[in-house]
């Protein structure tokens, strides 16, 4: 089964940066598009961002333009770079395959502060 390891998460005022990382384990991850996701409090979990192998990308209207999704296959690594953070974007964030197919990891937590 793999797993999913996400960091890169933090406290960060509007306007600032971060970039989360995503390692996956096992032998399956260069087969599959991945995504990733956020949930905020009292919400359901969105996807963000997904990106094929072959690096096409696509995002959730309310991160386009401001987040950038990355892979590195020989590293078996899906990055989220976001840019011009807004207090919306606080949540936990998590990355799965684009279809859910894995185990969820315990996320990163990202918190936006006006």
């Known amino acids: 089964q793999v797993q999913l390891v996400e960091s890169g998460g933090g406290f960060v005022q509007a306007g600032e940066s971060l970039r989360l990382s995503c390692v996956a384990s096992?032998?399956?991850?260069?087969?599959?598009?991945m995504g990733w996701y956020r949930q905020a409090p009292g919400k359901q979990r969105d996807l963000v961002a997904t990106?094929?192998?072959?690096?096409?990308?696509n995002y959730a209207d309310s991160v386009k333009g401001r987040f950038t999704i990355s892979r590195d296959n020989a590293r078996k690594t899906v990055y989220l770079q976001m840019n011009s953070l807004k207090p919306e974007d606080t949540a936990v964030y998590y990355c799965?395959?684009?279809?859910?197919?894995?185990?969820w990891g315990q996320g990163t937590q990202v918190t936006v502060s006006s």
């Open positions: 799965n395959t684009d279809s859910q197919r894995w185990n």
């Open positions: 096992g032998r399956f991850f260069n087969f599959n598009a």
């Open positions: 990106i094929t192998p072959g690096g096409n990308t």
